[in-house]
């Protein structure tokens, strides 16, 4: 079975302070993302990484940034954590199977964080 | 642009009964991929089945089935034998070629099975 982990399930930080949030999954795969989940707007990418030191911009990455040093695991950082970040974030972690239109790549998520900000 | 229609914002359903929770989509990739998953109110994102748009039959995995409709751009999944354990929020994404990595998702269903 698939499994990611997340370091906190819930956080309460203030307004300013640096924030880690820690993902690692166990299936050696080569994708890994950075979700976050507001009611009214659904999941939204923030970032995401196909391979170690590799990261690719989502749909909404101001304001944060990530870092993956190893393929098991990828870190989301707040720089300066502000209260509009209030959100749950979801991490999510995929293996690339088949190719072409036939590519399936099944994204596993993890249990989310939910991140308070002060 | 691609996007994901889910009309049914909540659902009921008695215990034991099937329920049919819709998805609606649209792309301009000719292959795709849709995927549905269930998110409880512990918050994890559970995932449930996948659908290939090249996939000939519909997709089925234990109580979940998928009816997939190419021409009509749908992908409803039906949940047979519902349970009390099935109460949750039931999104539908989807993934494009050109998309590579990005999952697009639903606004969700969420589900209330009665017993």
């Known amino acids: 079975d698939v499994k990611v982990t997340q370091s906190s399930r819930y956080l309460v930080k203030r307004t300013g302070e640096k924030v880690f949030l820690e993902c690692v999954q166990d299936m050696d795969h080569e994708n890994m993302f950075w979700y976050r989940q507001d009611p009214g707007l659904g999941l939204r990418l923030i970032y995401f990484?196909?391979?170690?030191?590799?990261?690719e911009k989502g749909d909404i990455p101001e304001g944060y940034s990530v870092s993956r040093e190893k393929k098991e695991r990828f870190s989301l950082i707040l720089e300066s954590a502000s209260t509009n970040q209030t959100s749950m974030y979801l991490c999510?972690?995929?293996?690339?199977?088949?190719?072409?239109?036939?590519?399936?790549?099944?994204?596993?998520f993890g249990p989310g964080t939910r991140l308070l900000v002060l | 642009a691609q996007k994901i229609t889910q009309t049914q914002p909540g659902m009921f359903v008695q215990e034991k009964e099937a329920v049919t929770l819709d998805c609606t989509y649209d792309t301009s990739d000719p292959s795709y991929g849709l995927f549905w998953y269930k998110q409880p109110s512990s918050g994890e994102m559970i995932f449930l089945i996948y659908q290939g748009s090249y996939d000939q039959q519909n997709a089925t995995e234990g109580r979940y089935s998928l009816n997939f409709q190419k021409a009509r751009k749908s992908a409803n999944l039906v949940i047979s034998a519902s349970q009390l354990g099935d109460s949750a929020m039931y999104f539908c994404?989807?993934?494009?070629?050109?998309?590579?990595?990005?999952?697009?998702f639903g606004s969700g269903t969420r589900l209330l099975v009665r017993p």
């Open positions: 999510a972690s995929s293996l690339s199977t088949g190719a072409g239109g036939r590519r399936q790549e099944t994204q596993y």
């Open positions: 990484s196909y391979d170690v030191k590799m990261k």
């Open positions: 994404a989807m993934r494009g070629v050109d998309s590579s990595y990005k999952l697009i």
